[in-house]
């Protein structure tokens, strides 16, 4: 069974940071591309972040480039998204995002954070 477990948001100051992590399961981790996206209250699903199984490609939102950071490490099955210099802005639910064949997409369970002085 996949599965996509997200930790690491919580309450944080603009300029501050926060590290998220997704463990993966139930799937060859290291084989696959993995995502993060976040979504804002009354606003749609928006990409993230984005690493490649093979080299470890990264891309990023126009929005996050130089404050994000994506990584993974396939021992432990996990991604991550080092976030920071965060802005109110940033403030959304952020989930984990795999693709796993053509048409099979998973999404973790998403972690709250929240810029606000």
């Known amino acids: 069974q996949v599965q996509l477990v997200e930790s690491g948001g919580g309450l944080v100051q603009p300029g501050g940071s926060l590290r998220l992590s997704c463990a993966a399961s139930?799937?060859?981790?290291?084989?696959?591309?993995m995502s993060w996206y976040r979504q804002a209250p009354g606003k749609e699903r928006e990409f993230v972040a984005s690493i490649t199984s093979t080299t470890s490609t990264t891309d990023y939102a126009d929005s996050v480039k130089g404050r994000f950071t994506i990584s993974r490490d396939n021992a432990e099955n996990t991604v991550y998204l080092q976030m920071n210099s965060l802005k109110p802005e940033d403030t959304a639910v952020y989930y984990c995002?795999?693709?796993?064949?053509?048409?099979?997409?998973?999404w973790g369970q998403g972690t709250q954070v929240t810029v606000s002085s």
């Open positions: 995002y795999a693709r796993i064949g053509v048409r099979s997409v998973y």
């Open positions: 139930g799937f060859t981790f290291s084989a696959y591309p």
